[in-house]
């Protein structure tokens, strides 16, 4: 049974202390236009930071009682949380890490409500005006460090991977911090904890006293990627399009360690834009990489590559098996071309605007089961769009397995239904199955009913 306590009063800190009544309420509002749903469901995964719980509907569920409320007081801002998690506390004081990140929860989910999605000022059914939201959402969260030379590496990978993968993303991280660069990862466990983890120990030993570990979410994931205590820049992008191009936009390289399905989405998307001619010859380091014992996951990954997308996306994957040393210096070097390009082309270091990103992947893509069994999952069309069009599946299976509307969708409707070019549905088939079979999903494969349904 999970312990609770019944009732705890919090003030928020800095710019937060200064709500207003409007935003206090909308935070409080719990009809379909207000705030405080999505604040539930953030609010509560922060406070279950190293819960072994992936599904949001789940923990919605084990938690039905929990209750967050704003109010607006003479001297400040008060939360008002009902039922927490105990955990969250020692000796009846919540843990200030955990504290920090509900403070950016409510930060974010404000801004981009009242400045972003509802203020007019931006054009969110144009490209460039996409980008220029992240921008404010990210600078609002003090992510853009103008000062910095590029040194972010954006580190992919599964919150459910073995404990030899895990161990072998910290070492990693330990590498990379050596080489005094810093972490952005998905902020979750696994191997978005682990380079974080090692980078500490990296940084401490070379006396880097600000190192940055970097946390992106969205409201939608974050129960299966609740921020690990290590994040000490967090921001909740409103969607899962926008969170994806902050992690291009700010980071300088990708390293990409061993998972499911998520990590599949990442991998394709970053694909998709890379593959695109007007980015061709644009420096953007991305490594594959994990222990002896993933080999067969990498394989797999070109394997389904080759099959989908063909040798220019084959040519894209630097896969490094068991040497993280190799890999460190790779990106240390690679960040020297960055800057170097930077510099040519007079584009901001802590931003990258010059990278061409389509409309059609910055957008939402909402995965119910017309848009699913509307995809376009067919070789009759360039190899940067079906690698768009095959990141939406995958971006859908994420969603029908672990974020709560997207299990509610299979609950009352039954799996998702894809349909596409043979030999595309077959190598997805293969993939998925691998996926399941290798448990990175945190899913039993005996008793496991598969979110989707492949039409060949």
């Known amino acids: 049974m999970n312990q609770k306590i019944e009732k705890v009063i919090i003030r928020p800190e800095g710019s937060l202390q200064i709500l207003s009544y409007q935003e206090a309420e909308q935070l409080s509002d719990m009809s379909a236009g ?18 072994k719980e992936d599904s949001g509907l789940a923990l919605l569920e084990a938690y039905p009682d929990f209750e967050i409320d704003v109010a607006v007081k003479g001297r400040g801002v008060q939360l008002i949380i009902t039922h927490p998690p105990q955990h969250a506390f020692v000796d009846g004081e919540m843990i200030v890490g955990l504290k920090e990140h509900l403070y950016a929860v409510l930060r974010d989910l404000v801004y981009a409500r009242n400045e972003i999605l509802e203020s007019g000022q931006y054009d969110l059914n144009d490209s460039l005006g996409i980008t220029n939201a992240i921008f404010h959402i990210a600078r609002n969260a003090r992510l853009l460090h103008p000062g910095a030379i590029p040194n972010v590496i954006v580190c992919w990978g599964g919150h459910s991977i073995s404990r030899e993968e895990y161990d072998y993303s910290k070492h990693q991280g330990y590498e990379l911090g050596l080489r005094g660069l810093d972490i952005c990862t998905g902020c979750g466990p696994g191997a978005m904890k682990g380079p974080m983890k090692g980078a500490v120990l990296g940084h401490g030993k070379q006396r880097y006293a600000n190192g940055r570990y970097i946390g992106i979410s969205e409201p939608g994931i974050i129960a299966a990627e609740a921020p690990n205590a290590i994040v000490n820049e967090l921001c909740i992008l409103p969607d899962i399009e926008k969170r994806l191009e902050a992690f291009v936009r700010i980071g300088h390289g990708i390293i990409v360690f061993p998972g499911g399905v998520g990590t599949m989405e990442e991998i394709l998307y970053l694909i998709s834009i890379l593959l695109h001619p007007k980015n061709k010859d644009m420096p953007f380091p991305l490594i594959l990489t994990g222990p002896e014992n993933s080999r067969g996951y990498f394989d797999s990954i070109r394997e389904f590559i080759s099959v989908t997308l063909g040798e220019p996306a084959l040519e894209l994957l630097n896969i490094v098996v068991d040497d993280t040393n190799l890999v460190a210096q790779q990106m240390k070097q690679a960040m020297q071309e960055v800057r170097h390009d930077r510099k040519e082309t007079s584009d901001a270091y802590y931003y990258n605007w010059r990278l061409h990103i389509e409309l059609d992947q910055q957008q939402p893509f909402v995965p119910t089961h017309a848009n699913m069994a509307n995809l376009n999952l067919h070789k009759n069309q360039p190899i940067h769009q079906l690698a768009s069009q095959l990141r939406k599946a995958f971006s859908g299976i994420v969603a029908g397995n672990v974020k709560a509307d997207g299990i509610r969708e299979i609950e009352f409707h039954g799996p998702f239904e894809l349909n596409g070019d043979p030999e595309i549905m077959q190598a997805m088939d293969v993939l998925l199955e691998s996926f399941v ?12 009913n598969p979110c989707y349904k492949i039409i060949r």
């Open 34 to 51: 207000g705030l405080n749903d999505l604040l539930r469901q953030c609010a509560l995964a922060v406070l279950n930071t190293g819960s």
């Open 437 to 448: 079979e290798q448990k990175r999903m945190k899913i039993d494969a005996s008793t496991y």
